[in-house]
């Protein structure tokens, strides 16, 4: 399957090619065929919000993620796709700068530069290393003062990206020619993003591609040949970047799905202020808060702290003031090794027992008033949580913080890998529990669920980036907010 | 690399001030005799202290360290005096199986603190097997090593410093050993470029099992015999060895000269309670004390870095 992509004449051998790409988890699809042709000097814009499949992309060109269906083709040659590609994809000239740091914060800034370089040469890598890295250093960030023989441990948060940065351009056997930055401003300031987003132009301009995602669109528009726009595993558009505008890039992000409005808007009288935070994030009694936003803008973190502010004591009281549901079940939610009942009742063992020991009885009658109420699908409580599926979890994990008599509730994005038919039944609930007076904070990456929201609050680089009410919150809104539409200082 | 050098400071303090101690409570210490005899067996301690520390690197704690130090002392007691070619294969062996063991844990993602823990009974049982009852005897040319009379400054101090400059070499500027502390340090960017965890940890605990031998045949060279208990104590020594050296538990931050420094504190620290004529009941309880004191020193310390 050869890629046949012919630039104004010049034959140019596309540094890659993916071809009807597919990449299926399970039943999940992370990407629908995918069509992408990278041609040398590019620059190519990725923008999308959660979940798009922004980072199954990344992966698939890296090489880290055999894809499920169809080709990559690295330098025009065909090959099909297997576990060799990473390989393939070094060799290929392409390097990631991932979005979460990786680097070794126990070694120096050198001695990183030793990681990728796979074939360095052994004799006096020291002083090769530290040289190729000052080199790569002052190229991109001039003026900079990072030390190569300092750890990267004792670095600031912007200076490490900035070592991760260089050594992704740095010289090596190999050199660079398709670089992957993703989100890679997150911690620079304005002046060293200038710098960065200078250097990307000028790789560009002497045959290298990048292709750079990023929430900042000053950003993309500033550095970008070609914006591809992506929503659910699903390339929408690619075209080139003088054909967008900001409006249209927000437009072409987020089509409106037509979510049947639950009768959300008939309960309107909230009660007091029952909760505010340093951050301007603030509830009232009988509220559903959202907390929107880009993955990882720091709503984990306002709900951590909103949640542990409350909660840590060095005594458990029987009226807790707040309770968690977890989205990540695995991690903080279920107890793998138990019954259906005693994850359902671990909440409230110390609310509902009236001595030290556990009031087995009550744990009784709770898990089945609840096991009736909101249907979940088991025969027997006794059986192992594990035994039921994500939904039917996760439904166990609400009724566990429900159960509780607590007036807020704080939820981490709980709808993680669960269907349609059990968010309707949580909406619901929800609704119910809000009529009688309880506080919902709930951080969600889909927009359906935040549309059910009273009141939302956009996140952005860890801040409240936007506070929405009433008509305010839609898709559109939360969109600009969730992206920088400031112009990039120039 | 500053903080590096603070990290070193704190454990070369401890071994001065105490070694400031044992020369003013037994000024006769203060010689070429004296020395030999306070640090001959801080030798064995600081090369298992070293195997500790290439474990500790990659984020895994090894409690079959004293157990595999006393299986080697019996081998070499035993097979290495009376059949070198059967004796020196069986090393070998225990260090790959040290090697295998490194794998293995990290195909199968299992706690080292288990496997290690586990091992530590194969080892013992082994060390019973081959030499049932306290005694064999120690090859000619390793008592003639460990009892060498060097010019000016004895064996038991040039052999801490050889094996921790070697090994700061080893860890610290070598190619190999920024990877292992990489491991250590951030497994996931090691994966990323392309390099085999599996073979690097291997690697890591096939080094601490070539230290666990050496360990074994240096403590036979010294006490002529061996006993299948003989280095039960060093799994613990080893690991406060470590920490007292300015390593840490997680994040592939070790120093091995620090190591070494930490096991002559720890060495040191016994003769010292000798001196001071505590019972032997309260020794054990008293080098707890030490240890406690270096380590709440080194969090003000790190404290007050993290602050600044």
Redesign the interface.
């Known amino acids: 399957m050869k890629a046949n992509h012919t630039l104004l004449g010049t034959e140019e051998v596309p540094i890659i090619s993916l071809a009807d790409i597919g990449v299926s988890f399970g039943a999940v699809k992370a990407l629908t065929d995918v069509k992408l042709t990278i041609m040398p000097g590019e620059c190519l814009g990725v923008v999308g919000h959660n979940g798009a499949g922004k980072s199954t992309l990344v992966n698939v060109i890296n090489g880290r993620l055999s894809p499920t269906q169809g080709d990559v083709c690295y330098n025009g040659e065909a090959r099909t796709a297997d576990s060799r590609n990473a390989q393939l994809a070094r060799n290929a000239g392409i390097r990631s700068v991932f979005q979460e740091l990786s680097l070794c914060p126990n070694l120096t800034v050198l001695e990183n530069m030793r990681i990728p370089y796979r074939n360095m040469p052994l004799r006096s890598w020291r002083s090769n290393a530290a040289s190729k890295v000052r080199n790569a250093l002052d190229t991109i960030f001039p003026g900079n003062g990072i030390d190569p023989y300092c750890l990267v441990g004792d670095l600031p948060i912007a200076e490490r990206q900035m070592v991760e940065i260089a050594i992704a351009f740095s010289r090596r056997d190999i050199d660079a020619r398709l670089v992957i930055l993703d989100e890679p401003t997150s911690s620079l300031d304005g002046a060293i993003a200038d710098q960065l987003l200078n250097y990307i132009k000028q790789f560009c301009a002497e045959g290298g591609s990048i292709i750079f995602i990023s929430h900042m669109l000053g950003e993309i528009f500033n550095v970008a040949t070609r914006i591809v726009v992506m929503k659910d595993g699903c390339i929408l558009t690619n075209d080139d970047a003088n054909l967008f505008t900001r409006d249209s890039l927000v437009d072409a992000m987020g089509h409106v799905v037509a979510v049947d409005v639950v009768e959300s808007q008939q309960h309107t009288a909230f009660g007091d202020e029952v909760l505010r935070m340093e951050n301007g994030l603030h509830a009232r009694q009988g509220e559903v808060v959202g907390l929107a936003g880009l993955a990882g803008h720091g709503q984990a973190e306002a709900l951590a702290r909103c949640f542990l502010e409350r909660s840590s004591d060095w005594r458990t009281t029987r009226e807790p003031k707040v309770v968690f549901v977890a989205g990540d079940r695995s991690r903080d939610g279920v107890m793998p090794l138990w019954s259906i009942m005693r994850n359902l009742s671990l909440q409230t063992l110390v609310e509902f027992s009236r001595s030290l020991l556990v009031d087995r009885k009550a744990e009784t009658t709770l898990a089945q008033e609840w096991h009736r109420k909101i249907a979940i699908k088991t025969d027997n409580l006794d059986d192992s949580i594990l035994s039921l599926s994500g939904g039917n979890q996760q439904k166990v994990l609400f009724s566990r913080a429900l159960a509780s008599s607590a007036p807020i509730v704080v939820m981490d994005d709980p709808m993680r890998g669960v269907d349609v038919g059990t968010k309707k039944e949580v909406y619901r609930m929800i609704r119910e529990e809000v009529v009688k007076g309880r506080t919902f904070l709930w951080y969600s990456t889909e927009t359906d669920e935040i549309l059910q929201c009273d009141r939302v609050f956009v996140f952005r680089d860890g801040e409240v980036a936007a506070e929405l009410s009433g008509d305010a919150i839609n898709e559109e809104n939360m969109l600009r907010a969730s992206f920088d539409m400031q112009e990039v200082a120039q | 690399?500053?903080?590096?050098y603070l990290r070193i400071l704190l454990p070369v303090m401890s071994l001065t001030a105490l070694l400031a101690a044992v020369f003013y409570m037994q000024p006769r210490t203060m010689s070429y005799f004296g020395l030999n005899l306070l640090f001959n067996l801080a030798v064995p301690v600081a090369l298992a202290t070293i195997a500790q520390m290439m474990i500790l690197m990659v984020n895994d704690i090894d409690l079959s360290i004293g157990t595999f130090v006393s299986f080697c002392a019996c081998v070499t007691a035993t097979f290495v005096q009376s059949d070198p070619l059967v004796g020196y294969s069986i090393l070998l062996a225990a260090i790959l199986v040290y090697a295998g063991m490194g794998a293995v844990i990290h195909a199968r993602g299992l706690p080292a603190i288990v496997v290690t823990l586990g091992m530590s009974f194969f080892w013992a049982g082994m060390a019973v097997l081959v030499l049932p009852s306290p005694g064999g005897s120690a090859p000619d040319w390793l008592r003639a090593i460990m009892t060498t009379k060097t010019p000016f400054v004895p064996v038991a101090i040039i052999a801490p410093i050889v094996i921790g400059l070697c090994m700061h070499y080893v860890v610290k500027?070598s190619?190999l050993g920024?990877?292992l502390?990489?491991v250590?340090?951030?497994e996931?960017?090691?994966e990323?470029?392309?390099?085999s965890v599996l073979g690097l940890k291997a690697i890591a605990y096939g080094i601490a099992g070539l230290f666990g031998v050496l360990a074994g045949m240096a403590l036979v060279g010294l006490a002529t015999s061996a006993d299948a208990n003989i280095a039960l104590r060093y799994t613990l020594l080893s690991i406060a060895g470590v920490i007292l050296g300015g390593g840490e538990f997680t994040?592939?931050?070790v120093s091995p000269i620090g190591a070494v420094i930490g096991a002559l504190t720890l060495t040191l620290a016994a003769s010292f309670l000798s001196f001071l004529h505590l019972s032997s009941d309260w020794q054990i309880g008293a080098q707890g004390a030490i240890l406690i004191a270096v380590l709440a020193l080194r969090l003000v310390f790190t404290r007050r870095e993290g602050l600044a």
Do not use: C, E, T
Request: hydrophobic letters at 25%.
């Open positions: 690399m500053k903080s590096d500027r190619s920024v990877l502390r990489g250590g340090g951030n996931q960017a090691i990323r470029s392309g390099w994040g592939g931050r």
